[in-house]
């Protein structure tokens, strides 16, 4: 497949732009700069000659590329996040390029002390040859992920300029806030009026990923009693206290991040706030089965009624809140949405692997709104750290993906 690709111009011109959106913030997008990228990018679509390319109030860029063919195609949407996480700093970001990488351990000039070993980071040792791309070492890199906007940028100017290569019509989104778990919020489904999206925002080349966690949130609202210090003895019951105790009975070998894998999932505190009557722990719950999931639930408020007989002037309550859901559920009836992703890596000569998501990501909403989303790879890796890194060569294999991708749904699509 010949393709002039644009994929790493766009990369080191979008990494540039800080999009980090905050988690406190109440608006939408969380973050006015998100915007900044936001209406590059639509000014980039209407040079491409994509003509609806518009941002709405809230920060999501829509824009279509119209079918084509004299076929019945489904539209199919492409996604990315213009957010970078909130984890590590993503101001000022200076792209490098390590062309022709040669294996060994990547030291980042503005910060020598961070380095990036393929010893710990097992993919880069496989990327001999390849011309690497990080950060300066002050910043995380913004490969998650607008490495997925740039492919989706190099794809639409490949159709743009391709007119010969028939396809159906074509969606792109550009979202704001996934990292904060709110890509999806705002979201125009009528808007976007797609049938199926693909989010490209996952990590070594080869994979699709139809799988997620399923997710809760959980918070344990504690009240104790409060008496002045000097005085406490046999009335104080310290809500700080009681949390700790909650905290140090959870599972030490089991149940939680770091000592699952796989597909089992876990009870994961995530905060403590608070003061000696009242004390809040925050809580997310993991699981790949809906079922498992629910027991955890169960199980934490168990643990959490035998700490409380042991403080009779104090109470504790538990709210567990939906997050998402493993969009398993939704895709399993549409096996073809996935076949269609391996079926054009196969045709490119890629490793193909299908995943499953230790997390989420905007797919699993989105399957949930009605429209069935399998994820991706991006070729980005270590994200949300300033070890983060991507390679030009893999990010022209998702590119190349999904032009593959959007010529087997047009040629498996009958004649109108």
Known sequence: MSIQHTVKDRFLRYVQIDTQSDPNSDTCPSTMKQKDLGNLLVKELKELGI???????????????PSNTDKKVPTICFCSHMDTAPDASGTNVKPIVHQNYDGGVITLPDDPSVKIDPAKHEDLGKKIGHDIVTASGLTLLGADDKAGIAEIMDAATYFMTHPEVKHGTIKILFTPDEEIGRGVDKLDVERLNADFVYTMDGEEVGTVEDETFSADGAVITITGVSQHPGYAK??????????????????KDRLSPETTSGKEGFIHPTSI?????????????????????????????????EVMERYPGSHAELEITEQYRNMK????????????????????????VKGSIRGGTDGSRLSFMGLPAPNIFAAGHAFHSKQEWTTVQDMEWAVKTIVELVKIWEEKSQAV
């Not at 996935?338 to 193909?352: F, S």
Request: hydrophobic share 45%; net charge negative.
């Open 273 to 305: 706030t608070g003061l000696i009557e009242n004390t809040k722990i925050e809580f997310i719950l993991r699981d790949f089965d809906d079922d498992k999931l629910a027991e955890h639930g169960v199980f934490l408020r168990k643990l959490m009624e």
């Open 234 to 251: 046999g009335k104080m019951e310290s809500a700080i206290k009681i949390a700790a105790e909650i905290i140090e009975a959870l599972p």
């Open 329 to 352: 559920n939704v895709l399993k009836d549409y096996p073809e949405v996935t076949e269609y992703v391996v079926e054009a890596m196969n045709r490119l000569g890629l490793p193909t």
């Open 51 to 65: 003509h609806d390319a518009a941002m709405d109030e809230n920060g999501y860029v829509y824009a279509t590329i």
